[in-house]
């Protein structure tokens, strides 16, 4: 994995302003580093690389032969080895050993078509100088970030807000997509920053003329009730197919020239994922697992199990809430992104010792609860719309047993409370509302009531589930499809991207310089899964039934039998000697919180001058709060943030 940064300007390029823009993008490629500037010095690209595959020639930019089309990726190409053998049938010459010099030569013969070629996790920037134009492309899922910006006329592109900030772009917040944020539903193709976007996932842009346009080039497809009601397969056919697309992935992604180890907890996603690979490696391959103090947070018990039975080596790394609290800032400089958890932080720290181990790559499992409805709230769904002949009785007993076993994340799971207001307008769009708005539009109203004059004044009369609403393709896309698959298809499309994907993936893995790999989230394994039935995803109510089946032979039985629990750290805790509690209290009462512009300071004051007096259920989700204040408040400090 790579990162970099490039534009089309209207005016000569200050190189010094590129090379600063490198340098906050060192993390992402700490091997080499190196750019292309035109004659003109109005066109550049640059790029800091992280070596994975072809260590002693794929530097990059790469150019064709007559060096008018630039290429930079920061990504994998899965199956590369297969295109590039046919690519040379077809009388194309390759000058490095690089998996990224495959899209140069399909750009060649198939223009931005190339995206339905490449299998992977990716964003890349083409620099065609014959057209006059900029291309950028992202992965099917945004599993690696791509950023652009119009600024004094210019278009520039990057793996990360930051390199744009360096490059001039202004730093100043977007008041609606920070209300988007609050409601976790922030569109994909919005940053939090004003006059900064993100190529939305499964699209390509094209720059031309201080212009950006955007046109898709995949999307999950699920198919209608209908046609899903009619599928022939049995159970066993299910699972066998399954089985193959997973494997297939994760044999494509341990090929590199360098180790490849693994992320593991004691969830069914990582630990299935490790026994796969470990059945196809002669070594054993290195596990990393996070472990906490409090027993209801901590999996490390399961993750060691899982590792010692697939033959595996467990490497525990222990996170304090000191630690979590010293690692914060950099964390948030990192995401570009609040948090409402530690759980990120919890990542860079996990990614760090790695890093510190001497390892690049690494498995990960996120993915696996998007494609198969791992998250209590699509369990709900299934309970509430997908069980038209389950009785009412079974389903409150059932509902009760899923809060009472959610205790890490009660606010996950909802309870009879009568939705917002600002849901009558999801209900009218879709029919219905899917369980996981509902529950982040619970959690997003009290974040909106913290809100300063100011900000609110500049939101008021927005809802924010419109905005993202509005964003995606309903008719074409939702209607007609069973209503997991709808809260599949949107949650996929809103949260994945910007949020799981963003602070529990790349951007915490790539602080340290580790590739993630995500073999959940490959094409094929994803097309699968949409087409799966409905109950083998959510069987009675339990999650990820194909994988479970799929997996069951390298895999634990307490891990083949064990709910899903969404990954979080513990929260402040109030009476002991407590790191983030401090750091709440210290931020809380500096300037900091003055200076920013979207929280009312005194009300945030108040509100953690009684947190000590509430019971612990009412602490844990004002612990949530606390976060995002806090999170934000430190972006406004570490990117000179105005507006």
Known sequence: MCGFVGGMLQKTLDESRLDGALETLHHRGPDSRGKWVSDDRRWFLGHTRLSIIGLENGDQPMANDSG?????VNGEFYGYRAIRERLREQGYTFSTDSDSEIALHLYHRDGMNLGGHLRGEYAAVIADRRNRAMMAIRDRFGIKPLFY?????GVYFASEAKALFAMGVPARWNHEAVLQESYFVRPHSHSLFAG??????GHYAI?????????????????TAEVLSADPRTDEDVTAGFREVLEDAVRERLVADVEVASYLSGGIDSCAVLGLAQGMMDRPIRAYTLTFDDAIFDESALAEKQAEFCGATYHPIPVSTRALADSYSDAVWHAETPFVNGHGVAKYLLSRAVRDAGIKVVFTGEGADEMLGGYAPFRRDVLLYNSETQDPETIKRLMEEMRASNKAVPGFVLGDDAPPEELELVERRLGWIPSWIEAFAHLGKPTSEM????????????????????????????AGRDPLNQALYSWARVHLPNFILTFLSDRMEMAHSIEGRVPFLDTRVAEFCAGMPIHMKINGMREKHALREAARDVIIEPVYNREKHPFSTPPAKVGEDDALLELYGD??????LDDQPIFDAQVVREMFRTFPTLD????????????????????????????
């Open 196 to 201: 900064v976007y993100t190529v939305p996932p």
């Open 149 to 153: 910006a119009v600024h004094e006329g």
């Open 207 to 223: 720059a031309r003329h201080g212009e950006v346009s955007i046109y898709p080039y995949w999307d999950l497809d699920f198919p």
């Open 587 to 592: 931020t809380f009462a500096s300037s900091l």
């Open 451 to 478: 809100y300063s004059k100011g900000m609110a004044a500049s939101v008021a009369g927005i809802n924010p589930f419109d905005l993202a609403l509005s964003r995606l393709p309903i008719a074409q896309r939702m």
């Open 616 to 643: 612990p259920g009412e602490r844990q989700e004002r612990d949530a709060l606390f976060n995002r204040v806090l999170s934000m408040t430190l972006m406004h400090q570490r990117f000179s943030m105005s507006g």
């Open 68 to 72: 008018d089309v630039q290429l930079v």
